[in-house]
């Protein structure tokens, strides 16, 4: 099947800090998007870059006692540097400084001011550095920034403002008429939500007696652009776009395929503000704008002023470049926030790497080596078991593209390592280092069949772990495949040499922190402590004080599907206003995933996490059986605001 190419962009990283966690997923899962894509038949072309101008860098490069170039042209080594580390393979890497994003920035505005769209006012109003923008008195949350809660400077002064409003019917009616323009879905309700409070016009500029380090405007160079406006048009800077209308064959391949995979905390930006530009220049919309949620650490948003944020340099020197990618890609669900830990990340890799897929792949290949010499054997004719494996390798490819497309990367890969576990089950079950004394054609058939099964699952998994996926294939002795259509059963030959020596994932300790957490208590003073801290009494009640740490909050249900393999589980995706988690509940007999979208429910907030078949859970669902043996959800009555406590 034809695919279009795809334009596939990471927002651009502010310099006024080094990477962290956040960048380094988003960066990986835009690396990672392209190398399905590609391996699909595909073309893509993927940017990155940096962000250099604006006040905090401005106040940055100042404390070091530098000029702000200096600064950044030492800074953004820093993410350029780090990502081919990451196996993050760009194509293209754009500084805001470059001459070629200054000279359309400078295009972008000139033709706006020509076109009536800009125009001068005087303004007052209150200004958040952090931010980098204006503030109405009514947005303001205790007298304080609502974006950053840093302090914010009243200002008057004159300045240039976009007209934005002019153009808020025009982008609702996008965002309704084209469902997947923003995903997921719910952002897109959060910016009509945006809309519907009415949109004002937005202020381009700063004064340059109060901020100098920004591209000027040309048609008053006592002023300079505001950051935003100047970073987001880099996604057409990096293509060459004209302003004079010409069009650039690099502008005219990729922007109709432009995915612009962003933060959450940057959705009004990239909704509103870039979109609302791209309309008054008549550029058509991006065909995507995907918002991903954030690491969290402890269910709290990673901050330097907390000190909770996690170097992706130490992860990955620690635990090594794709077992990182692994555990990010694996258990993050695009859209959702998702906590960090350094023990989530070493139990993933002992569970899935080094125990399923590793230890298989060196299985198969010590029995191959003690048996038929360290050759590939004849398979011989498939029986009903071998029919199973192909058939299962099969439908994973075949499934492969539709849960990449829709952005279920975390799907893709539980699916193969399900496939790779249905691989160890078969060779426990034929045991070939068994039946090779009693049927040696049959051991030859189950060691030829893991060894092709975990060709499959390696290419399959090679946009999530380029580097060590190309260790196992080379280990099994064949060239990898560049495009799934490719990719049929029977590619490694009888008679291929394996070269599977060493361990491709070994098994890591646990934190010394969670090796704490994991030990047992000392058993003495049990019975007195144990009935010291019992919350429930003998007649079966619990105090007031246990009562009251129970959380319960009005949730939106915004996603909703049948868990497969199970006729009672739901997994719902549900909005608790300022962040969104995912609940199992075992409710799908009573309800459709169709007629739970929409519902307001009681969650149960400060339940503990847990697996329901072996998916997580963030939350409890409260319900009550009703007298005909169905169930009734509780809800409140009327509808409040998604979030809001319930006594």
């Known amino acids: 099947m034809s695919r279009s190419p795809k334009y596939l962009t990471t927002p651009l990283y502010y310099l006024n800090a080094k990477p962290h966690i956040g960048h380094a997923y988003c960066s990986i899962l835009v690396d990672a998007v392209a190398r399905y894509e590609r391996l699909f038949g595909g073309e ?3 940017l990155t870059g940096t962000d250099e101008h604006g006040q905090k860098v401005d106040k940055a490069a100042q404390a070091r006692g530098m000029e702000p170039q200096a600064h950044v042209d030492e800074l953004h080594l820093a993410f350029k540097d780090l990502w ?11 500084r805001t400084t470059e ?11 000139q033709k706006l001011w020509d076109d009536g769209e800009i125009y001068a006012d005087d303004y007052e109003g209150w200004y958040s550095t952090t931010a980098e923008r204006f503030f109405t008195e009514d947005e303001l949350v205790d007298g304080r920034c609502p974006d950053s809660g840093g302090e914010v400077t009243h200002i008057k002064e004159r300045n240039y403002f976009f007209k934005m409003s002019k153009y808020e019917d025009a982008l609702r009616q996008h965002i309704t008429s084209t469902p997947d323009f923003i995903r997921p879905p719910h952002r897109a309700n959060e910016v009509l ?3 519907d409070k009415g949109l004002g016009d937005l202020c381009i500029s700063r004064p340059k007696e109060r901020l100098s380090w920004g591209i000027p405007l040309p048609f008053d160079a006592e002023y300079v652009t505001y950051v935003w406006f100047d970073a987001l048009s880099n996604y057409v800077s990096a293509l060459g776009w004209s302003s004079t209308g010409e069009s650039t064959k690099a502008f005219d391949d990729w922007w109709p395929g432009a995915n612009h995979f962003i933060g959450k905390d940057i959705l009004t930006t990239h909704c509103v503000y870039w979109t609302t530009m791209l309309l008054a220049l008549g550029i058509p919309l991006p065909k995507h704008i995907i918002a991903t949620g954030w690491w969290l650490s402890d269910d709290r948003k990673m901050s330097k002023s907390i000190g909770n944020v996690v170097d992706p340099l130490g ?8 077992v990182l990618r692994y555990f990010l890609l694996r ?21 899935d790497l080094a125990n399923d897929l590793g230890n298989l792949a060196r299985r198969a290949a010590g029995l191959v080596t003690r048996y038929f010499d360290g050759l590939v054997p004849e398979p011989g004719a498939p029986t009903d078991d071998e029919l199973a494996v192909m058939n299962a390798a099969k439908g994973l490819a075949a499934n492969l593209m539709g849960w990449v497309d829709k952005l279920q990367i975390h799907q893709a890969i539980e699916e193969t390592m399900q496939f790779v576990r249905q691989l160890n089950k078969y060779m426990t079950d034929t ?11 049959a051991a030859a058939r189950s060691l030829y069949t893991v060894v092709e099964g975990l060709r499959h699952a390696a290419t399959v998994l090679g946009p999530v772990m380029p580097v060590k996926m190309a260790e196992l294939v080379a280990g099994l002795g064949v060239e990898p495949v560049e495009r799934l ?21 070994p098994r890591r300790d646990l934190p010394v922190s969670a090796e704490a957490e994991a030990t047992p208590p000392k058993k003495k003073k049990k019975a007195k402590a144990a009935a010291k801290a019992a919350p429930v009494a003998a007649d079966g009640n619990i105090d007031f004080d246990h009562f009251m740490k129970v959380e319960l909050v009005a949730a939106d249900v915004i996603e909703a599907e049948k868990v497969e393999g199970s006729d009672k589980l739901l997994k719902l995706q549900v909005s608790l206003g300022d962040e969104t988690r995912q609940v199992v509940s075992g409710i799908a007999e009573h309800y459709s995933a169709e007629s739970m979208v929409g519902k307001q429910v009681v969650l149960v907030k400060n339940l503990a996490p847990r697996k329901i078949f072996k998916i997580v859970s963030q939350g409890m669902i409260i319900a009550a059986d009703t007298a005909d043996g169905g169930l009734a959800l509780m809800a409140p009555t009327p509808r409040v605001p998604a979030g809001t406590r319930i006594h």
């Open 331 to 351: 258990d993050m669900v695009i859209g959702l926030d998702s906590n960090f830990s350094e023990e989530a990340l070493v139990r993933r890799n002992n569970s």
């Open 84 to 94: 081919p580390t990451l196996n993050i393979a760009y194509d293209d890497f754009i």
């Open 44 to 46: 893509t072309y993927f």
């Open 99 to 109: 001459p070629r994003h200054k000279q359309v920035v400078t295009g972008f505005l």
């Open 315 to 322: 992860m990955k020197d620690v635990y090594g470049p794709d």
């Open 431 to 441: 045991a070939p280092f068994k039946t090779i004394k009693t049927d040696p054609q």
């Open 485 to 505: 259509d490719d990719l049929t059963w029977g590619g490694v030959a009888p008679g291929t040499k394996l070269g599977l020596e060493t361990a491709l994932f």
């Open 193 to 195: 939500g945006f809309l």
